[in-house]
């Protein structure tokens, strides 16, 4: 098992920018797929970025495409998410996450990950 502990998150203007951190102990990091979700309230979480155990592959929703970026360092066990230009809809609490599956890419949906970590508040005003 896995365990993650995210950092970073905070209250920032629409425009700014923040970095999130994903720390991961318990697990070999570097054969897994990692990635970042978000769940405003109300809503149902959905998918923001993820990485290649190697970082060799990143993909991204629709909505954050060139304003996030996602990184790792495995020497670290730590996974990042760079957001710029950031925008009041993207205020959520975001979580990061394990691809079930070692040495495998593309997954997208929650149900592919399984360990999850307790989330970050991210909140940005207009």
């Known amino acids: 098992q896995v365990q993650l502990v995210e950092s970073g998150g905070g209250l920032v203007q629409a425009g700014g920018s923040l970095r999130l951190s994903c720390a991961a102990s318990?697990?070999?990091?570097?054969?897994?797929?990692m990635g970042w979700f978000r769940q405003a309230p109300g809503k149902e979480r959905e998918f923001v970025a993820a990485?290649?155990?190697?970082?060799?592959?990143?993909n991204y929703a629709d909505f954050v495409k060139g304003r996030f970026t996602i990184s790792r360092d495995n020497a670290k066990n730590t996974m990042y998410l760079q957001m710029n230009s950031l925008k009041p809809e993207d205020t959520a609490v975001y979580y990061c996450?394990?691809?079930?599956?070692?040495?495998?890419?593309?997954?997208?949906?929650?149900?592919?990950?399984?360990?999850w970590g307790q989330g970050t508040q991210v909140t940005v005003s207009s």
């Open positions: 996450a394990v691809d079930r599956k070692p040495l495998r890419s593309g997954a997208r949906s929650p149900p592919d990950f399984g360990s």
């Open positions: 318990g697990r070999t990091f570097s054969i897994y797929t």
């Open positions: 990485v290649s155990w190697n970082g060799g592959i990143t």
